[in-house]
């Protein structure tokens, strides 16, 4: 079944690289830009109001089905998507007004909390092994949107109002099939000093998502310094190595879940193979790395040709950069997860200041380039203190649920 989780997060992925590509073919690239910074600040804003509720409630239900913890998260999960909500309302009213309309982008928003609130009641499904309920919540969010999105732009909608109406039935019928398929997976009442020790409890893995969904932010960052233009080329290249990104998501999940339940005693070797692995396909994307600049212009538009070396180096890095996702997952498991949130913060720090540094000059290939060199090196840092630990065969805490 663990085949059906990650067959559907390849396709899911490929799908969301195809309405992407679909959209970029509709509209200029500044406006591709400046649609790709909206949806950034919001998917980081997801990971800052979710408070790494979601990862804790992985590894919660992975301990205990009956813990009373699990209504407070996912409560938690929904107030915190309503503060989403109004902050990017503020966010757009103040700086993208004028860029793209109201309703796409009150659309948008309504997509963005849709989804994050089905992915954390996913997690049980998952603790659960309860794949076919993932595959199908997830199939729905990516499909869905695909077919809409092409029904609409035939009936002549607007590209990006098309794509927020696309995305956001695609949110809602995700959440409602999560919500009822796993409505019999907690026990329902919460009680306050269960809200708050789940707060303290998620506030490692609250820095580590959020310091990984930073990564968002350098869109913005792009079209701050360089306009809208070049942020569609940036965005563009990050949003092709998605399929990729999600797999490891699936990777990382069933990690946390495995590794929770057996105590680690198989993370050495699930390291080694996931070091392996990211070297090997890293020398296989170096290879159709080359035929990157013929691809785009005939899929995507000779307007993203100059998007060329930012998607090479995207994709040479993509399995270094995805794979990090897996082994944070067993550190977290191993009782590591300090570790892993001051891993993460480094990282985001070095990352955004750099976009800071090659922003200021003007050089988007520079600024891809040393990006994912900073995340090819946590990557590296992440596959150490693994090994390291798992040789000792020291774990540091236990979960209580």
């Known amino acids: 079944m663990t085949l059906v989780l990650f067959s559907s997060r390849a396709l899911a992925g490929v799908a969301q690289s195809l309405i992407f590509v679909l959209l970029a073919r509709q509209v200029p690239s500044s406006l591709l ?96 092994s309860r794949h076919a309920v993932v595959a199908g919540v997830v199939l729905v969010r990516r499909l869905l949107p695909l077919g809409a999105f092409v029904i609409l732009l035939a009936r002549r909608f607007d590209a990006v109002f098309a794509f927020a109406i696309a995305q956001a039935i695609g949110g809602l019928i995700g959440v409602i099939i999560a919500r009822v398929s796993l409505s019999d997976s907690f026990v329902r009442t919460p009680r306050f000093r269960s809200a708050a020790s789940v707060i303290r409890e998620s506030r490692p893995f609250w820095i580590a998502v959020a310091s990984s969904q930073s990564r968002e932010l350098e869109t913005s960052i792009v079209s701050g310094f360089l306009g809208g233009a070049d942020a569609g080329l940036y965005a563009l290249g990050m949003r092709l190595i998605r399929p990729f990104q999600l797999l490891a998501v699936s990777l990382a999940q069933a990690s946390l879940v495995a590794h929770t339940r057996d105590g680690g005693r198989r993370a050495r070797r699930a390291a080694s193979r996931i070091g392996l ?64 949130a001051q891993l993460a913060v480094s990282a985001a720090a070095s990352a955004t200041s ?22 090819v090196v946590k990557f590296w840092a992440l596959e150490i203190r693994l090994l390291i630990l798992s040789h000792r065969g020291h774990v540091k805490g236990d979960v209580r649920v």
């Open 277 to 340: 692995f990211a070297v090997a396909a890293a020398l296989i994307a170096l290879v159709i790395a080359q035929f990157v600049p013929w691809t785009l212009e005939r899929v995507v538009g000779s307007q993203y040709v100059h998007a060329s070396f930012v998607v090479q180096v995207f994709l040479v890095s993509a399995s270094f950069i995805s794979l990090g996702s897996p082994l944070a997952s067993i550190l977290q498991a191993l009782g590591d997860e300090r570790m892993v």
């Open 33 to 128: 830009g400046w649609v790709s910074s909206f949806i950034a600040i919001g998917t980081f804003g997801v990971s800052v109001c979710d408070l790494g509720v979601g990862t804790l409630l992985l590894r919660v239900h992975a301990r205990s089905a009956k813990s009373e913890k699990q209504a407070a998260i996912l409560q938690i999960s929904a107030y915190g998507m309503l503060v989403l909500s109004a902050a990017l309302a503020v966010i757009f009213g103040i700086a993208y007004t004028g860029k793209f309309s109201w309703p796409s982008a009150i659309l948008l928003i309504f997509w963005l909390a849709t989804e994050r609130n089905s992915e954390t009641w996913l997690a049980m499904a998952i603790a659960e």
């Open 354 to 375: 750099w976009c800071f540094i090659a922003g200021a000059s003007h050089n988007l290939g520079l600024l891809a380039f040393g990006v994912s060199a900073i995340y």
